[in-house]
């Protein structure tokens, strides 16, 4: 039975975040300021790489399903292994110490996610949903918010810790606690994680989540000349696999 987590992105833009959305013949991306991601329609059909083209441009970069072949002109950038995570018994929590983050802290996220590597995270990507943080000394050291929104459920991403701070559990203590908030709105928890971050996945299968499976995602750039320089998928293009909720974050 297909269900909105099989293409997650696809069933949060034609869905909670249609808003979000921009779309060139059957295919859809998130507003470039806002999030990376491109879909691709359940059943394509043979034009679908022409409306990728169109609506990426000539040079850039996306990622797309590995069970769709590639055009033979096409330059496959990575091959991006990942594992879902969804929420089978976590026990969400408020947190005393998790301040609700907003517009006029985006610089200091952005600073947090330069250094932590968690994934792409962009100038609005805030507005997908709800954000918590954590301070010490006025300086934010920690943070975990929403990102992709398919009906029923929220991803909970951008699970990060200042190095200096790590190992004193504040990765899972945010993520309970933006759990508590998805949960109160009748909605379930689930995360994505790259497959190589063996460490994170334990953590978060301990503390309630539970592995499910899910397709690989294949990185490639659209033939042609760029149109400006392709810093197009911001994490992804310095190497970091898919785009994980669970980064170097305990």
Same mark, same amino acid.
């Given at each position: 039975m297909v269900t909105p987590i099989d293409d997650p992105v696809w069933a949060s833009l034609t869905g909670p975040h249609a808003h979000f959305a921009e779309r060139s013949g059957q295919v859809l991306r998130y507003q470039v300021d806002v999030a990376p991601f491109l879909a691709l329609p359940p059943e394509p059909d043979d034009g679908v790489w022409d409306d990728v083209a169109e609506l990426a441009g000539p040079g850039e970069t996306v990622i797309v399903h590995n069970s769709l072949p590639?055009?033979?002109d096409w330059e496959v950038l990575g091959r991006i292994a990942g594992v879902r995570l969804v929420d089978v018994a976590l026990e969400v929590a408020e947190d005393p110490e998790a301040v609700l983050l &907003? %517009?006029?802290d985006v610089p200091e996220m952005l600073n947090l996610v330069e250094r932590t590597k968690p994934g792409p995270f962009r100038q609005r990507t805030i507005e997908l949903g709800t954000y918590l943080g954590i301070r010490r000394d006025?300086? #934010?050291i920690a943070m975990a918010g929403e990102r992709l929104h398919p009906p029923g459920w929220t991803e909970i991403s951008a699970v990060c810790t200042d190095p200096a701070y790590r190992g004193q559990g504040l990765a899972t203590r945010l993520v309970r606690a933006v759990a508590a908030g998805i949960r109160a709105r009748g909605l379930r928890p689930m995360m994505h994680a790259a497959a190589s971050n063996t460490s994170a996945i334990r953590l978060?299968?301990?503390i309630g989540f539970? #592995?499910?499976?899910r397709p690989d995602f294949v990185s490639v750039r659209v033939p042609g000349a760029a149109v400006? %320089?392709?810093a197009a998928?911001? &994490?992804l293009a310095r190497g970091t696999a898919w785009p994980q909720a669970a980064g170097r974050s305990r």
């Open positions: 590639v055009p033979a &907003g %517009p006029d006025g300086a #934010l978060y299968q301990s539970e #592995l499910v499976p400006a %320089p392709a998928l911001t &994490g």
